[in-house]
């Protein structure tokens, strides 16, 4: 428009997690099936010919309007030499210190069981007690409820550490208790017995939490 040569290049997005979900869908519908079913590879495949049938709408209307782009350069992000280029970007990148494998807290997707970004996730606050639907899952779920339950003091009779969480089906990969320094009830460290199965050590902290 500012009457210079310019050069545009029609390319499609994968769309990631987005085309994932669509391909599942149509693989359920269709076959009963999930991706873990037939596999990676498999799997793979579907998405490359889903992407080839679908795809190419995107391009068509782009025709449609009468845009004038190069067509003989169409790309698309999942094509070998550009997969290839961005494998090789993030290598030179790690090796230049710019970017880092760290272990961190990730949003986990039980359904898709993949890690998602904060941007594909919906934050909901919860006032109490709420029953949510969950993808994949035939019954509504219980969310924000507060679950109480005892660790028995091993060495003390009728001795109890009362804990409280939102996620009682992570006790069986409890492995400590910490307490508060200035507990006086726990100042000496206790070996702490779990529904008589599991053995819990009792921690003491050095200094208080802020």
């Known amino acids: 428009m500012n009457r210079r040569q310019v050069l545009w290049v029609p390319g499609s997005d994968h769309a990631g997690i987005a085309t994932q979900v669509v391909v599942e869908k149509k693989l359920l519908k269709e076959r009963g099936q999930t991706r873990h079913d037939i596999g990676r590879k498999a799997f793979k495949q579907e998405i490359w010919q889903w992407k080839n049938e679908k795809g190419g709408e995107i391009l068509s209307q782009l025709k449609t309007l009468g845009a004038s782009l190069d067509w003989s350069r169409d790309c698309f992000t999942l094509n070998p030499e550009f997969s290839n280029a961005v494998t090789e970007a993030f290598v030179r990148l790690s090796e230049a210190g710019l970017i880092y494998r760290d272990t961190c807290v990730v949003n986990w997707c039980c359904t898709l069981r993949s890690a998602i970004s904060d941007v594909e996730v919906i934050p909901m ?28 003091l091993d060495g003390l009779d009728g001795g109890e550490i009362i804990v409280a969480t939102t996620r009682p089906e992570t ?7 910490a307490v508060h320094p200035d507990d006086s009830r726990y100042a000496v460290g206790l070996s702490l017995k779990f529904f008589q199965t599991y053995v819990i050590t009792c921690i003491l902290l050095t200094s208080p939490i802020p």
């Open 125 to 152: 606050q919860l006032t109490g007690k709420t029953a949510l639907g969950v993808p994949g899952h035939p019954d509504l779920v219980q969310f924000g409820l507060l679950v109480h339950f005892a660790y028995l």
């Open 171 to 177: 006790i069986l990969g409890d492995e400590a208790v």
